[in-house]
């Protein structure tokens, strides 16, 4: 048990300065960027290849499928070829949301594993399709079960913090620009085996079951290595969300009732039910209400259930359109999926397309080749992402640029029909390097401003909505843009309705996305805009120590030093505030505990301090009266997060209020007998 007294208020803050510094070394050094879990980032990114590579695996052989399929020619196939491409994003906008809020109800990691496992059994059944029908279907169910995805990023944003999330985001385009390397190289090499002379040696018969479904090698390679990452996740993610619920509490009780031992594989332990660390704090002038806190930690207790129990508040697409700053950032997002659908749906069309109708006429091993060297920049953008944030002087600045730059090279890139020879391979080569650097940073930044602008407690939600509304455009494109660009190339047409006219539209919404991106204010880490930091800053040094009302809001002083690059120096000398308070020292005490044990921290405060209980307060007490407090996590979305296990240090003694500790029951009527036996 470890306890603290404060004599009235009137303790040595250099001691208590001391303490907090051997407790916190960092708040000496300043805040320093918080290392990397890559114990569990790196089975995250096992998992979230499964979604890249299970695109990427069909795009070099899609329109020769449905050729071989329906007996047309290649060109002809573009006109169908949007199909099962728009239903698989169908299914995802239907999904999407209810993933994000799965994934917040029960937890990210089984959300995670059924969400690749669904994957991995609908893409075996995809490579044994016979008929347009069947590969629409598959790609429809597909869609609705790729949720995993949502549940990583959550993840990630659950395991970072304000200094170093744009490097653990990254890792989402980092992992997709892997997965557009590895899936174009399966597909392309491995489609068609019967008919292929790079597996000759395999001697697979055309009249054989892998000569009549050439499909189903490649998407039996996407698909175990699917069951490859629910067997890692299983094994090795930690569950990383603390509000999430058991299944037992889910769902009904008869469902309960005859799949318990079930539910208790599929879901095996939970962070709510780690040891808790029990908080109990009393007056200083009247000691001995320690032996008669039984009654005051049972009603603790009873309101800490009742919070924990209690539903949470609705959100969903309409209450995030009605806020302006996430429905600006879901349109931009949707401008940016539009021009990225337009061009994936186009771009095989026009590779495999022959030169006398503006296509590139190449094979799908030649173009799974193209696909995998772009994205060898894929990988190097997202490794300097972090810093190119810093270097462009924030996220606004970045985004813009990229967008613009993004528009720039997709009208350039079919201008490679007018060379000849290997000119115009190595001519796409080059434009497609420098566009898929900038598409990494494009949607890399929509994933860090989703994470900073959703409201507290739902950032799974709004990833869920984020990536509905996207997949809702995604899965209108190919209806329309796939059958326009078959038109064009059909026949000699005029510029611009040549096979110009598809990459013409591609390049609209980013322009208009990035005019939108210039009107919108992006908030730092801690929840404040980076055009208000300043002032605020201004204000707190005003108040000379008296940081109650707006300067208090601030968070913590990590949030002030964001991964934006945008902190003021005079943020070094508002240090010591936080330093020397004493809500800081308690909340270390508080907070540095015993892994696997129950402990007792009783912290006797003056009579009338902030830290006081309100029913404690006596009618004369000088202490100011305790504003709400406000989590330094506001935008993180872990809410309910009593225990900060990565000791981020309070921007105020207002805001310290210490929160109500969770209680194990079991401790307490252990307590209350011993209190009746003495």
Same mark, same amino acid.
């Given at each position: 048990m470890a306890s603290v007294s404060v004599d009235n208020g009137t303790q040595n803050t250099e001691q208590a300065s001391s303490l907090l510094s051997e407790r916190n070394p960092s708040a000496q050094r300043g805040v320093k960027e918080t290392p990397l879990p890559w114990n569990q980032l790196s089975t995250?990114?096992?998992v979230l290849l499964t979604e890249s590579i299970c695109s990427f695996v069909l795009i070099p052989f899609v329109p020769s499928f449905i050729a071989y399929i329906k007996g047309w020619d290649v060109e002809r196939a573009g006109y169908a070829s949007g199909f099962p491409v728009g239903l698989f994003m169908l299914g995802q906008v239907i999904s999407g949301k209810i993933w994000g809020t799965l994934s917040d109800m029960v937890g990210r990691k089984l959300a995670i594993s059924a969400g690749v496992l669904g994957c991995a059994i609908c893409m075996f059944f995809f490579g044994l399709s016979e008929s347009l029908w069947a590969m629409c279907l598959w790609r429809f169910v597909h869609g609705l079960l790729a949720g995993c995805s949502i549940a990583a990023k959550t993840m990630i944003n659950d395991l970072t913090d304000t200094t170093n999330r744009a490097k653990g985001l990254a890792l989402v385009s980092l992992t997709w620009g892997v997965g557009t390397l590895l899936g174009p190289t399966v597909g392309g090499s491995l489609y068609n085996p019967a008919s292929s002379s790079a597996l000759a040696f395999l001697h697979i018969s055309p009249t054989g079951f892998v000569g009549r479904? +050439?499909?189903f090698l490649p998407s039996t390679v996407a698909a175990m290595y699917n069951l490859f990452a629910v067997v890692i996740s299983v094994l090795f993610l930690r569950e990383s969300n603390k509000d999430a619920r058991p299944l037992c509490c889910v769902l009904p009780p008869s469902i309960v009732a005859i799949f318990a031992p079930v539910l208790k594989f599929v879901q095996p332990r939970l962070p709510c039910d780690d040891n808790?660390? $029990?908080?109990t704090v009393v007056c200083a002038s009247d000691c001995s209400g320690v032996s008669s806190t039984a009654h *005051? *930690? /049972?009603a603790i207790a009873a309101d800490c259930a009742t919070r924990t129990s209690a539903p949470h508040s609705s959100f969903g697409f309409k209450e995030a359109f009605l806020n302006p700053l996430l429905r600006n950032v879901c349109i931009i997002s949707m401008l940016i999926s539009i021009s990225d659908m337009i061009f994936a749906e186009s771009f095989p069309l026009w590779s495999v397309a022959d030169c006398e109708h503006g296509g590139l006429e190449l094979s799908p091993s030649r173009m799974a080749n193209l696909i995998l060297v772009n994205s060898v920049p894929a990988v190097l953008a997202n490794i300097v992402f972090a810093r190119v944030i810093q270097y462009a002087g924030g996220p606004t600045r970045l985004w813009i640029v990229s967008q613009l730059t993004y528009a720039f090279l997709t009208v350039v890139m079919p201008f490679a029909t007018s060379l000849g020879g290997n000119g115009r391979f190595w001519y796409t080569m080059a434009i497609g390097m420098l566009r898929k650097a900038v598409e990494c940073w494009c949607f890399g930044l929509i994933m860090v401003v989703v994470s900073l602008t959703a409201p507290r407690g739902r950032v799974g939600i709004m990833f869920g909505i984020q990536q509905s509304t996207a997949c809702m455009v995604r899965c209108v494109v190919p209806f329309i843009f796939a059958p326009l660009f078959a038109? !064009? =190339? $059909?026949r000699p047409h005029s510029f611009p309705f040549n096979h110009h006219l598809v990459f013409l539209f591609s390049a609209n919404p980013l322009l208009i996305a990035a005019y939108m991106t210039a009107g919108i204010s992006i908030p730092s880490g801690d929840g404040i805009s980076e055009a208000e930091d300043d002032n605020l800053l201004q204000m707190e040094e005003g108040s000379n120590g008296d940081r109650s009302g707006s300067g208090s809001r601030r968070g913590s002083v990590r949030s002030q030093y964001s991964f934006f690059g945008s902190v003021n120096e005079r943020a070094q000398e508002n240090d010591s505030l936080f330093r020397n308070s004493f809500a800081e020292l308690a909340k270390s005490l508080a907070t540095n505990f015993t892994p696997g044990m129950d402990q007792n921290t009783i912290l006797a405060v003056p009579r009338g301090a902030p830290s006081q209980l309100p $029913? @404690? /307060? %006596?009618? %004369?007490?000088? %202490? !100011? +009266? =305790? !504003?709400e407090g406000v989590d330094s996590r @506001?935008? !993180?979305g872990q809410e309910c997060d009593e225990v900060d296990i990565d000791a981020e240090y309070a921007a105020s003694t207002d805001e310290m209020t210490l929160p109500p500790p969770t209680i194990q029951m079991r401790s307490l009527k252990l307590e209350e007998r011993l209190s009746h036996t003495g």
């Open positions: 995250l990114c096992v479904h +050439p499909a808790a660390v $029990e908080v *005051k *930690k /049972r038109w !064009s =190339i $059909e $029913e @404690e /307060r %006596g009618a %004369g007490a000088t %202490g !100011s +009266p =305790i !504003s @506001e935008n !993180s």
